[in-house]
C-alpha cells in the first residue's frame, strides 16, 4: 500500500484559523481585508448637523429630525408642571391659562395680585386689551380688503376652492363704507 501523503500545502492563514479555533479564539482575524469603510461620527446631546438634505439633532439621547413646524410644535405643547412653580397642570384651567400666559392658574392669580399690589394692574389689563384690539383691527382689515374685491372665497366639504363674485350694488358700496368707518374708529380707541 501506498503511504497517503497530503499533496497539498497548508498556508499560514489555513494553520493560523485551526489554531484559534483549537484555543477558542472565535474573533481573532487570520486575513486582512481592503474595501470602503463608511466613516461614521458621533454626535453628543444638543449637536446640530446636516444629513441627506435634513437637519438631525440629538434631544434625550434620541436622533430626530428638525422639521419647520418644530417651533408650531414647541408653542403648543404644554408642559407637565408650572415653570414658575413647579406644580403638576393636571386641571383644565391650568391648562387653558398656559397657553394664554405661560404659567399656571394660581401663578396668574398671584402675579395679578402683585400687579394691584403695585397699582399697575389697570394699565396691565389697558395693554391686555390693546393687543387684542390691534389684532382685531388686522383681521376686520383683511376682511373688508376682501369685501372690497368682490370676490368670497369658499372652501367646499371636498376641499374644492370656490370664489363667488359679490354683485356691485349700492347696497355693498354702502355696508364697505360702514366696515371702513368702523375701523376708523377702533383705530381711535387705541391712542
Sequence with gaps: MKDNLLKKEFKK??????????????????????????????????????????????KSGLKQNITKLDQAKNAVKIPLACPKCGKAMKAHIDKQCYKINKMCLDCMVNYEVELKKAGLFEQWVIHANKGN???????????????????????????????????????????????????????????
Design 13 to 58: 492563514s489555513d494553520v493560523e484559523r485551526v489554531r484559534n479555533l483549537v484555543n477558542k479564539d472565535f474573533s481573532s482575524k487570520t486575513k486582512l481585508q481592503t474595501g470602503y469603510k463608511k466613516s461614521t461620527k458621533r454626535y453628543k446631546e444638543g449637536d446640530i448637523w446636516e444629513e441627506g438634505g435634513k437637519k438631525w439633532t440629538i
Design 133 to 191: 384690539l390691534k389684532f382685531f383691527i388686522e383681521e376686520l382689515e383683511q376682511q373688508v380688503a376682501q369685501f372690497d374685491n368682490g370676490v368670497e372665497t369658499f372652501v367646499t366639504e371636498q376641499g374644492d376652492i370656490e370664489e363667488w363674485k359679490v354683485g356691485d350694488s349700492a347696497k355693498h358700496t354702502e355696508m364697505s363704507e360702514k366696515f371702513k368707518e368702523y375701523v376708523t374708529y377702533l383705530k381711535s380707541k387705541l391712542d
